[in-house]
């Protein structure tokens, strides 16, 4: 369940199915009222929209926030499992806003799930 400024929770009835497919260039365009060119695989505008963001959104993670201002290369295994079980926990059409999510909560990522992120990503 994903929580928005750590206030407000999302009703699982409103919230993404992970057994759903993940929207199309287009429709996920339309669904913020704009026309989607349609030439690029990932719609460009999305994609400036999501960078653009500064709320922050939570995706039942907080316990991840003590983290603030520790290095990549500073995660000890343990932690480095922590950001796992979260990054495997959810779909994958959600991973680019949850990473967007640590970065405004200044949680970096660690340098040893870079690779599985990337994989995930593809």
């Not at 950001?83 to 200044?106: A, G, Q």
């Amino acid at each position: 369940m994903r929580k928005k400024n750590g206030n407000d929770i999302i009703p699982p009835q409103l919230e993404a199915s992970p057994t759903k497919d993940a929207a199309s260039p287009q429709e996920e365009a339309e669904d913020d009222g704009e026309e989607c060119c349609g030439e690029h695989e990932v719609c460009e505008k999305g994609k400036i929209k999501r960078a653009m963001r500064t709320d922050i959104e939570y995706f039942d993670d907080e316990e991840l926030d003590r983290f603030r201002g520790t290095e990549p290369d500073e995660y000890d295994d343990e932690a480095v499992e922590e950001f796992r079980e979260v990054l495997y926990t959810m779909h994958p059409s959600e991973i680019e806003d949850w990473l967007k999510s640590l970065e405004l909560r200044e949680v970096a990522l660690p340098d040893a799930l870079k690779d599985e992120l990337f994989m995930l990503l593809r």
